[in-house]
């Protein structure tokens, strides 16, 4: 295969991704049919929205910057060939870390505090998605299935530290004390609530292309990630690395879960599980687990929440109605078989025109 | 003079990544032959055979049938033309009956519409007994043995009234009766005017039943002989296109100052029940190949992942140049100077999907010359993928091409390339050239040698007793997890000795086996 070659199958993956959404949205438009009132001015407004205005179009990128980050936790995870669910488990917990660095440490610098915060909850995360790594590592167990385990752990322990040591005074319904003004986030540009969260955001997605890519480490996660017998057979050790990816992927989580607070909330307000760690794995497999895919499709997804929200302030149809697109996006561009025979018949034809 | 049946006229075939699979192909097939096409993997018999088929289209040429220029597109034409294909996998569907399986897709039916079942099982037991192709129509295929599975094959061309049947290597999952039996069927149908095309790399197996045979080599046919005009080895160089080695021996060289490199001494592996390895003592100097002789299955591959250290074992000791192994990392194992080339080629040896210069790298891709500060040194990757493509000669389009695209042969061929581009100290051969080509595989038994001159240690493990007995400096025999035979002088042994320790009707006493630790 030349390296032609291999743009064509990167061009096949681009044309079978653009068929799925032409499908997804398909979907989604009879099913505005059914329920709406003006179906046809409610699929344009979900589908333009969200460029007419400047605000919305920074709404995308907030919605986008806690994704990046749960997206390329999994991806990491995934492309070891890891199942690990556990990426919403630590989204929760790691998002308490940060509270507490919030509400009851005071750090005078609006630097500092913020990035206290974030590392504190960075390494609470990693630390956390070791649990999960070492069982595996050490006993192989059924990584899905510890995972969906912590996470309801996670959750109740979390509930227990926030109704026990977090939880306000001064409000009648669960949620923590005020963060302090120090800290959050500051603005990107004024005029939007776009944070320098974002901007992390995309510096993690640069390093994480790097690890992927170019390092040593990216290079034993793809090979162990295809064929782990064949990377134990290599020498490749198994157990550190399971260890390595795990501590990487919990780290993004937790780092993920702190700049989504101090950039958008005033307290801590979760009482279950947020669906960034779900929507996260779902852009991950869509993006098969590439960071420039992963950014598009994060990107993507979050572009179609914000429309389906304007569309949804003006008519009568509910938010929700992006879960159609984004399962549908997901069934088919993760199949194998979706618009195969198109592509064999393409390079059939090519076959007879050359020769 | 015979009547032509079939010819191809200089079909060339390109396909769409501008392999040329074959270049002007001319070969007349008459009536009533058994006329084989032999040639190495991806020679292009296949693409040659879906082209009389009707699955591929050529790019240029002819195809004459019965004299008249035909074209068929698609294989329902060549069907009705009556030439019939047997593939090398079943095309049958397990969980149905001999005669639904025949009948399908043409099925006898009544006016109705209606499958006439009763019809179809009467004219399926005419054609089983007109062509002595004995075979119980009514149980299911997954009952069957493979050599009833064949026949089933060849009973559906003939429904459909094939007159010209296409076996691509139908004796590949066959066991030796079984392979005769085909024969003896073949030679019947051949009678009865039937015109067979019989492809393969069996050599033995051409000449035995053959009335002409057409080589291909490349993508181009190397000549159509009579079977008696040409002899095996004759065949065999026309096919690899080059004089083959008469002997292996005479590239070896005497290596001076040997030491000893791999020592195993007293190694046992037991479950539950019993002792799969058993007081498995022996060692290899510098410069030597000990081959292990054995029917598969009686411990050879536990040995070998146990010494490479990605298998178990319960006791003993391993050591590499005098330093005890057994309880070290396979990284540490191979950074000491150990390679390993795994019987299992596709779940172990290479990642398919992961592209050829990711997998000839594997082992040492932490080197440094490999490696920046910080980085990989992709530069440095391809130069090193390049070198081992043309040092090796590995037939791909590029370094980016994955490697389950690859044929067996140069799959292998990574493999091989990989573990001696460590300049190994002891090399584990596991069925190096299982599967594989001719050509690849003397290209794969003179690297052990070379390997061996250059003063490593190779263990040998094969299925194939030619050859264990051609390379081999020094044979031991496994039986049932046991060492039951060191042999140092292979000029004096028989196969048949052979076969004797290697079924366990004998074993040496244990001071001779002591031999096999030069002690």
Same mark, same amino acid.
């Given at each position: 295969m030349s390296k032609v070659k291999i743009n064509e199958e990167r061009m096949f993956g681009v044309i079978k991704t653009l068929v799925a959404l032409l499908i997804a949205l398909g979907i989604t438009f009879v099913v505005l049919c059914l329920t709406a009132e003006d179906p046809l001015s409610s699929f344009i407004i979900m589908l333009t929205g969200p460029l007419t205005k400047l605000r919305y179009f920074s709404n995308v990128l907030e919605t986008m910057t806690p994704l990046v980050f749960t997206a390329l936790a999994c991806a990491v995870l995934f492309r070891a060939g890891i199942f690990n669910l556990g990426v919403e488990g630590i989204f929760f917990i790691c998002g308490l870390v940060t509270t507490y660095v919030a509400t009851k440490i005071s750090i005078d610098n609006n630097i500092l505090h913020p990035f206290v915060a974030i590392a504190l909850s960075g390494i609470m995360g990693g630390l956390l998605m070791l649990i999960p790594g070492w069982l595996k590592a050490k006993f192989d167990t059924n990584i899905v299935v510890s995972t969906l385990m912590l996470n309801s752990i996670y959750l109740g322990i979390?509930?227990?530290?926030?109704?026990?040591?977090?939880?306000?005074?001064?409000?009648?319904?669960?949620?923590?004390?005020?963060?302090?003004?120090?800290?959050?986030?500051p603005y990107l540009f004024s005029g939007t609530r776009l944070t320098v969260g974002f901007f992390l955001a995309l510096v993690a997605a640069v390093l994480v292309y790097i690890m992927m890519n170019k390092t040593r480490l990216g290079y034993k996660i793809r090979i162990s990630g295809q064929n782990a017998e064949f990377a134990k057979y290599s020498g490749i050790a198994a157990f550190s690395l399971i260890l390595l990816i795990h501590f990487i992927s919990g780290f993004l989580a937790g780092i993920g879960s702190s700049v989504e607070l101090l950039s958008f909330y005033d307290r801590f307000t979760w009482t279950k599980i947020s669906t960034h760690g779900s929507t996260g794995m779902l852009i991950a497999m869509m993006g098969n687990n590439r960071v420039v895919p992963v950014m598009i499709a994060a990107f993507g997804i979050s572009y179609l929440k914000i429309g389906a929200e304007i569309m949804s302030r003006s008519t009568v149809v509910p938010v929700e109605i992006t879960s159609i697109v984004e399962a549908t996006l997901v069934l088919l561009i993760s199949s194998q078989y979706f618009l195969r025979h198109i592509r064999e018949k393409r390079l059939l034809k090519e076959g007879i025109a050359n020769g | 003079?015979?009547?032509?049946?079939?010819?191809?006229?200089?079909?060339?075939?390109?396909?769409?990544?501008?392999?040329?699979?074959?270049? %002007?192909?001319?070969?007349?097939?008459?009536?009533?032959?058994?006329?084989?096409?032999?040639?190495?993997?991806?020679?292009?018999?296949?693409?040659?055979?879906? +082209?009389?088929?009707?699955?591929?289209?050529?790019?240029?040429?002819?195809? +004459?049938?019965?004299?008249?220029?035909?074209?068929?597109?698609?294989?329902?034409?060549? =069907?009705?033309?009556?030439?019939?294909?047997?593939?090398?996998?079943?095309?049958?569907?397990?969980?149905?009956?001999?005669?639904?399986?025949?009948?399908?897709?043409?099925?006898?039916?009544?006016?109705?519409?209606?499958?006439?079942?009763?019809?179809?099982?009467?004219?399926?037991?005419?054609?089983?007994?007109?062509?002595?192709?004995?075979?119980?129509?009514?149980?299911? +295929?997954?009952? *069957?043995?493979?050599?009833?599975?064949?026949?089933?094959?060849?009973?559906?061309?003939?429904? #459909?009234?094939?007159?010209? =049947?296409?076996?691509?290597? $139908?004796?590949?999952?066959?066991?030796?009766?079984?392979?005769?039996?085909?024969?003896?069927? *073949?030679?019947?149908?051949?009678?009865?005017?039937?015109?067979?095309?019989?492809?393969?790399?069996?050599?033995?197996?051409?000449?035995?039943?053959?009335?002409?045979?057409?080589?291909?080599?490349?993508?181009?046919?190397?000549?159509?002989?009579?079977?008696?005009?040409?002899?095996?080895?004759?065949?065999?160089?026309?096919?690899?296109?080059?004089?083959?080695?008469?002997?292996?021996?005479?590239?070896?060289?005497?290596?001076? %100052?040997?030491?000893?490199?791999?020592?195993?001494?007293?190694?046992?592996?037991?479950?539950?029940?019993?002792?799969?390895?058993?007081?498995?003592?022996?060692?290899?100097?510098s410069g030597e190949i000990l081959g292990i002789a054995g029917v598969q299955g009686n411990g050879q591959s536990e040995l070998v992942r146990a010494i490479a250290g990605i298998g178990p074992m319960s006791s003993g000791e391993i050591?590499?140049?005098?330093?005890?192994?057994?309880?070290?990392?396979?990284?540490?194992? #191979?950074?000491?100077?150990?390679?390993? =080339?795994?019987?299992?080629?596709?779940?172990?040896?290479?990642?398919?999907?992961?592209?050829?210069?990711?997998?000839?790298?594997?082992?040492?891709?932490?080197?440094?010359?490999?490696n920046g500060h910080f980085f990989m040194d992709r530069r440095k990757i391809s130069e090193t993928a390049n070198?081992?493509?043309?040092?090796?000669?590995?037939?791909?389009?590029?370094?980016?091409?994955?490697?389950?695209?690859?044929?067996?042969?140069?799959?292998?061929?990574?493999?091989?390339?990989?573990?001696?581009?460590?300049? $190994? =100290?002891?090399?584990?051969?596991?069925?190096?050239?299982?599967?594989?080509?001719?050509?690849?595989?003397?290209?794969?038994?003179?690297?052990?040698?070379?390997?061996?001159? #250059?003063?490593?240690?190779?263990?040998?493990?094969?299925?194939?007793?030619?050859?264990?007995?051609?390379?081999? %400096?020094?044979?031991?025999?496994?039986?049932?997890?046991?060492?039951?035979?060191?042999?140092?002088?292979?000029?004096?042994?028989s196969t048949n000795d052979l076969g004797l320790y290697m079924l366990g009707i004998r074993k040496q006493t244990s001071d001779e086996l002591k031999e096999a630790l030069y002690e």
């Open positions: 979390g509930l227990y530290i926030l109704k026990e040591r977090l939880i306000a005074s001064d409000i009648s319904t669960t949620a923590s004390e005020l963060f302090m003004e120090s800290s959050k986030l | 003079m015979k009547e032509t049946i079939l010819e191809l006229r200089n079909i060339t075939k390109v396909y769409h990544n501008g392999v040329v699979a074959n270049r %002007d192909i001319s070969i007349s097939f008459e009536k009533g032959e058994i006329h084989s096409i032999v040639g190495e993997n991806g020679a292009g018999k296949s693409t040659l055979m879906k +082209i009389i088929y009707g699955i591929e289209s050529p790019s240029e040429g002819e195809i +004459i049938h019965k004299g008249e220029k035909v074209k068929f597109r698609g294989s329902m034409e060549a =069907i009705h033309a009556g030439i019939g294909m047997v593939h090398q996998h079943f095309m049958l569907i397990p969980t149905m009956s001999v005669v639904e399986n025949i009948i399908v897709g043409d099925e006898p039916s009544n006016i109705r519409g209606i499958v006439d079942y009763k019809e179809a099982v009467k004219r399926t037991r005419e054609l089983s007994e007109h062509y002595h192709l004995d075979v119980d129509v009514l149980s299911k +295929i997954e009952d *069957l043995s493979a050599g009833e599975k064949q026949k089933v094959e060849i009973l559906k061309t003939l429904y #459909r009234n094939a007159e010209i =049947i296409i076996l691509d290597e $139908p004796t590949s999952v066959l066991t030796p009766q079984e392979t005769e039996t085909l024969f003896e069927e *073949l030679f019947k149908l051949k009678e009865m005017g039937h015109t067979i095309i019989f492809i393969s790399h069996k050599l033995n197996e051409v000449k035995r039943i053959s009335d002409r045979i057409t080589v291909i080599r490349s993508g181009e046919c190397k000549g159509t002989f009579e079977n008696d005009e040409v002899d095996l080895l004759q065949l065999a160089e026309l096919i690899v296109g080059r004089k083959l080695l008469s002997s292996y021996s005479e590239l070896k060289k005497d290596v001076d %100052d040997k030491k000893e490199i791999l020592r195993v001494e007293k190694l046992y592996l037991s479950n539950k029940e019993k002792n799969i390895l058993e007081n498995i003592s022996f060692s290899i100097r050591s590499l140049s005098g330093q005890r192994i057994e309880k070290l990392s396979v990284k540490k194992r #191979r950074e000491l100077g150990l390679s390993y =080339i795994p019987e299992d080629r596709l779940g172990v040896g290479v990642a398919t999907t992961a592209p050829l210069c990711d997998n000839i790298i594997s082992s040492y891709y932490d080197r440094a010359d490999i070198n081992l493509i043309s040092k090796f000669t590995i037939r791909t389009n590029s370094i980016y091409t994955a490697v389950g695209d690859l044929s067996g042969g140069n799959m292998q061929k990574v493999v091989v390339a990989r573990e001696s581009n460590t300049d $190994p =100290i002891c090399m584990l051969a596991e069925q190096p050239t299982q599967g594989i080509d001719i050509g690849s595989s003397e290209y794969i038994r003179t690297q052990l040698i070379e390997m061996r001159n #250059r003063g490593a240690a190779v263990l040998l493990i094969s299925a194939d007793l030619e050859e264990v007995l051609s390379l081999s %400096d020094r044979v031991i025999v496994m039986y049932n997890g046991m060492i039951s035979a060191h042999l140092s002088n292979l000029d004096k042994i």
